[in-house]
């Protein structure tokens, strides 16, 4: 099975998201990157399926050139190859996002995507793969499983689970959750510096949903109330707990 | 101009939600799949008929027979599973942008307008970062595909009576080749996560899996729900339905109780919903406390034990 995983490097913002002057983008000077725990459960995802009916797993991104970092964490999960698409150092919209992904999207039994993006959410982008390639897509996963060249796709609905049955070729979009993430090895770390990353320069189109500015919404910066220090403050806990009307 | 609308019975309060925002922008039709439209605050309901279980295609086959017949300004849905799925498919078939969860409007173009493409554009307030961003986003369409970010706007009131019509979609074997084929009833046992009055959550400060005994304890004491946070989740200590956050579940209680958590960005929209927040923390300078309305500082294990005896010895006879 060919298994392609789609990934987006966002900055792992710590108690506060602060903006650049511009207001185009979070100030990440001490910030690390990461990719959404959506799509590190959809790399575990086609680990685990690769493991059970062998495959390979090719893993992409389109970022900036440091995501290539993000791709390496993802080899030494178990992927096999990654494909960097150089970003320009710009967020694409989701439409455009999508088609560069279609044109490195061929022939894969499946393409895993996050359910929605960590930073900008547009939950869509698997979506328009899926159309574009006319392929079944099942969203929101959270349990998957290949049996006889389908897809059992379960989402967690109020009071149980929905069930979905598509044949392959099809893209799914998962949710964390469906899977607990291994951590990789030491071992697998130092292999996946040797395993192959591709680097391509996609034109980037003019944007329709265009980002215009970013605002951090007010809320920010309330100063909590100090009941006490340690098992003393037990009392004004219970008071305040009765105030509220809990306890 | 008429705005069209996709409501979901079952999604009222969210659906009502969405009608208010659309409303915004003209005279609100409203689709409904199956069912009894009569209620909806909508000036017209088309009701497309005989759709069985839930097909995202089929869904957005009618909103697009609907799409043609009414020419709207602009389609809205519920920022909901379903909401975000539906508008996705529409944007994908027509090639149109679709912006999920919107909170405000703020300008409308018409051709020729401020517009940097040239055409028409409409300009939005939408979430980023699961509501601990926001972006202004214009988009380039003269059919806008929008849907509503849960709770951000109150919802339209009272009981319509819109002119309802009935209609039976077209719909071809590709719009049900996606379909919920089965469903798989599950129990659930305790207080739902997402509903309950109070939540007792744990973090990394907790330390264990068993350090969530007096977490467990504390809850037991106020009838409360357990969460936790992501660290939690990924070191194994508990299952992700416990997760609270961005990428785990919204909570809304009257009280979260946060234990040992710092208050990371993806921890706090999940919980800024709680009316109080109260931080146990080590630390004086975590960044939970500036989202938190009460604070205690010191070792959880003494002080969570501390308040569960607190309350015990209030109940006692
Ligand atoms: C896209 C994305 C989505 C995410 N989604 C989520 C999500 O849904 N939910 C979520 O929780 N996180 C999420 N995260 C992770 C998030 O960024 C943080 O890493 C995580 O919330 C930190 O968990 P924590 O507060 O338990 O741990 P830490 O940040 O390590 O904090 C531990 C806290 O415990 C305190 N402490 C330690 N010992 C004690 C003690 N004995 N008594 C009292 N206090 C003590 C410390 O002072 C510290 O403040 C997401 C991250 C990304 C990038
Ligand atoms: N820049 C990107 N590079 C690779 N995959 C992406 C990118 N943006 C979005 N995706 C994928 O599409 C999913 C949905 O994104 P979105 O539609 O933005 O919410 C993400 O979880 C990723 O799997």
Redesign the interface.
């Known amino acids: 099975m060919r298994i392609l995983v789609c990934v987006k490097r966002v900055p792992l913002?710590?108690?506060?998201?602060v903006l650049t002057a511009d207001e185009q983008s979070?100030e990440t000077r001490h910030l690390g990157f990461t990719i959404?725990?959506?799509e590190e459960c959809g790399v575990e995802e086609a680990v685990r399926l690769v493991e059970q009916h062998g495959g390979e797993i090719t893993v992409l991104t389109l970022g900036p050139p440091e995501a290539e970092e993000q791709i390496r964490e993802t080899l030494a999960i178990g992927a096999d190859r990654g494909i960097l698409l150089a970003d320009g150092g710009e967020e694409w919209?989701?439409?455009a996002t999508?088609a560069a992904i279609v044109a490195e999207a061929g022939d894969f039994d499946l393409i895993i995507f996050g359910n929605?993006s960590?930073?900008?959410?547009?939950?869509?982008v698997g979506?328009?793969v899926?159309?574009?390639l006319g392929r079944?897509?099942?969203?929101?996963l959270k349990g998957l499983s290949i049996e006889d060249g389908r897809a059992r796709c379960?989402?967690e609905?109020a009071?149980?689970?929905?069930?979905?049955?598509?044949p392959l070729p099809a893209v799914v979009t998962v949710?964390?959750?469906i899977n607990?993430?291994r951590y990789p090895s030491v071992p697998a770390k130092l292999r996946a510096r040797q395993k192959p990353v591709e680097a391509k320069t996609p034109e980037r189109p003019?944007?329709?949903?265009?980002?215009?500015?970013?605002?951090?919404?007010p809320?920010?910066?309330?100063?909590?109330?100090?009941?006490?220090?340690?098992?003393?403050?037990?009392?004004a806990?219970?008071e305040?707990?009765r105030e509220?009307?809990?306890? | 101009m008429a705005v069209l609308v996709l409501v979901e019975h079952g999604e009222d309060e969210l659906s009502r939600q969405a009608i208010a925002f659309a409303s915004g922008l003209g005279e609100v039709e409203a689709l409904a799949i199956d069912g009894d439209a009569s209620g909806w605050p909508v000036e017209r309901a088309h009701v497309a008929e005989g759709m069985d279980s839930?097909a995202?295609g089929a869904w957005a086959r009618a909103l697009e027979e609907v799409i043609d017949r009414v020419a709207p300004t602009a389609v809205v849905a519920a920022g909901t599973?379903r909401g975000?799925?539906v508008?996705?498919?529409v944007?994908?078939?027509r090639?149109?942008?679709?912006?999920?969860?919107c909170v405000s409007l703020l300008a409308q173009d018409s051709a020729g307008g401020a517009s940097?493409?040239g055409g028409e554009s409409l300009?939005v307030?939408r979430?980023?970062?699961?509501?601990?961003?926001?972006?202004?986003?214009?988009?380039?369409?003269s059919l806008p595909l929008l849907?509503v970010a849960p709770h951000a706007v109150p919802a339209a009131e009272g009981a319509g009576s819109p002119e309802v019509e009935t209609f039976t979609p077209e719909l071809d074997e590709s719009d049900l080749?996606?379909?919920?084929?089965?469903?798989?009833?599950?129990v659930?046992t305790g207080i739902s996560l997402a509903e309950a009055?109070?939540v007792v959550s744990g973090g990394r400060g907790v330390g264990s899996a068993d350090g969530f005994g007096i977490i467990e304890e504390l809850a037991a004491?106020?009838d409360a729900a357990v969460g936790c946070s992501?660290v939690v989740?990924?070191a194994?200590w508990r299952?992700?339905?416990d997760?609270v956050g961005?990428?785990?579940t919204k909570v809304s209680p009257?009280?979260y109780i946060a234990c040992g958590i710092?208050?990371?960005?993806?921890h706090i929209a999940g919980c800024?919903g709680a009316?109080?927040?109260?931080?146990i923390n080590s630390d004086?300078e975590?960044?939970?406390?500036?989202?938190?309305?009460?604070?205690?500082?010191?070792?959880l294990t003494?002080?969570v034990?501390?308040?569960t005896?607190?309350?015990r010895k209030?109940r006692a006879p």
Do not use: C
């Not at chain 1, 003019?206 to 919404?217: A, D, F, I, N, T």
């Not at chain 1, 509220?244 to 306890?247: I, K």
């Not at chain 2, 975590?286 to 070792?299: C, F, H, K, N, Q």
């Open positions: 913002t710590g108690g506060k998201m979070l959404s725990p959506h919209d989701p439409q999508a929605e960590a930073d900008s959410g547009n939950y869509q979506i328009r899926a159309h574009a079944p897509v099942v969203t929101g379960e989402q609905v009071g149980g689970r929905d069930v979905y049955v598509v949710l964390e959750g607990l993430p003019s944007s329709r949903l265009e980002k215009l500015r970013l605002v951090v919404p809320g920010q910066g309330k100063q909590a109330e100090i009941l006490g220090q340690g098992p003393d403050a037990a009392p806990v219970v305040v707990m509220l009307g809990v306890a | 839930y995202p599973n975000n799925e508008l996705a498919y944007a994908a078939r090639d149109l942008p679709f912006a999920a969860n940097a493409n300009t307030t979430v980023r970062w699961g509501g601990s961003l926001l972006e202004e986003a214009r988009i380039h369409s849907s080749l996606v379909q919920v084929a089965e469903h798989v009833d599950e659930s009055k109070v004491q106020l992501r989740t990924s194994g299952p992700h339905t997760q961005q990428t785990g009257d009280l710092s208050g990371a960005t993806q800024k009316k109080k927040i109260l931080a004086a975590a960044p939970i406390l500036a989202s938190a309305d009460y604070a205690v500082i010191g070792d003494e002080i034990p501390a308040i005896a607190e309350l209030a």
